[in-house]
């Protein structure tokens, strides 16, 4: 509540990262090439609402052409590390745009978080959101990033602290990961989900996603 | 770190509930019956072991038959949701055994969430963790156990809070889980995988567990 406030956030920049080419490509099972990139601009929309809502209007981070876009946009070609990094200038926040659980409260109590680095690790060992307070730091995005960003800001002797948040750790990649989007999504995205047909049905114990096999 | 001097929590009732015949059968790919019951085991003895440190010695709820374990020990031998609502006598919390990722920390926060009832969502629609302060409520853990602790709530017009903890919804059940025990988990369940020669290997973005052959 009071991070609104705080003289010491007004400069952080807050950087998602977007590619736009086959967004997505492991829900090709239940969604079409147009639909998944329908959806992955949902999530990004949803994202960028929570962070503005915190009060730091956020930047998107993409290869060029992107338009219709609610927010700024930086263009860079390259992939996400070396893009990310030629930007990471202390204060920035760095946030993956397929985080639709993320509210205005989870993101605040990340940037709430002491450290030099705030690391918010995905399931499966990403990173899904990163809040870098010191210039030693640098990301890579590439494989093990949780590992790895630990390992870098350990080398820099710089302290880490890690958020414990199922809404930051449950990035949109597979099929089982929609039900999350359904069971705890506010925003437009689990909306979207329910007009394209999704649902949820419990059988042995695990709820699974479902699609109705036409819009009837 | 005050929560342990509050009146108000000495007398809350921590239920564990355990099943030990044929646990984590969904990770039968990866271990012997008789490995995931030495695993099963493992993670149980976390679990308490992280309650306790909360200062609230926590109780197993078993079927008959369960020794050696480093808690008392309340047998019933119906399932779940019949053995757990008959002794939720208020304030009463109910922790999974299948959480090794839970800290004492974690546990705390979550008791010191408001609320007539405290729920801790699980990845799929389950639920891990209860606080229940109300005798209105009861629970009900066949199907879809998240929908229905919201539902069961609303109807007696409870109050709900919901955690928002990876390490509370991160219950070990498919082999992708024990990716999360050996990122984060503190306890003596990541250290037995690693023992038992578990690792990970990050392929394409994301991180796979891998198990050695033999114990060469």
């Known amino acids: 509540m009071g991070a609104r406030e705080k003289p010491a956030s007004v400069d952080l920049q807050v950087i998602v990262p977007y590619t736009f080419r ?36 956020p930047t998107v981070l993409a290869p060029p052409g992107l338009t219709d876009i609610s927010a700024p946009i930086i263009e860079d070609e390259r992939p996400l590390t070396p ?33 030099d680095v705030v690391i918010g690790p995905g399931r499966g060992g990403g990173t899904n959101l990163l809040v870098v307070r010191d210039d030693a730091f640098e990301v890579d995005f590439h494989g093990h990033s949780l590992a790895d960003h630990r390992r870098i800001a350990s080398t820099a002797g710089l ?6 948040s199922h809404r930051v750790s449950a990035d949109v990649d597979e099929p089982a990961d929609l039900v999350e989007v359904l069971l705890h999504g506010s925003g437009t995205s689990p909306e ?13 114990g695990r709820v699974s996603i479902t699609r109705e096999s036409d819009d009837a």
């Not at 490509?25 to 503005?52: Q, W, Y």
């Not at 946030?95 to 450290?115: E, H, K, S, V, Y």
């Not at 302290?159 to 414990?164: A, I, M, S």
């Open 83 to 115: 893009a990310v990094n030629a930007i990471l200038e202390p204060p920035t926040a760095v946030i993956m745009a397929d985080l639709p659980l993320l509210t205005p409260g989870t993101i605040r109590d990340a940037f709430d978080q002491p450290g």
């Open 192 to 204: 979207w989900l329910r007009e394209h047909g999704f649902g949820m049905t419990a059988t042995a």
């Open 159 to 164: 302290t880490v602290t890690e958020v414990d």
């Open 22 to 57: 086959d967004p997505k490509s492991r829900l090709a099972s239940l969604l079409s090439t147009e639909e998944r990139r329908d959806f992955a601009r949902i999530m990004l929309e949803d994202v960028l609402a929570a962070i503005a809502e915190v009060g730091h209007p």
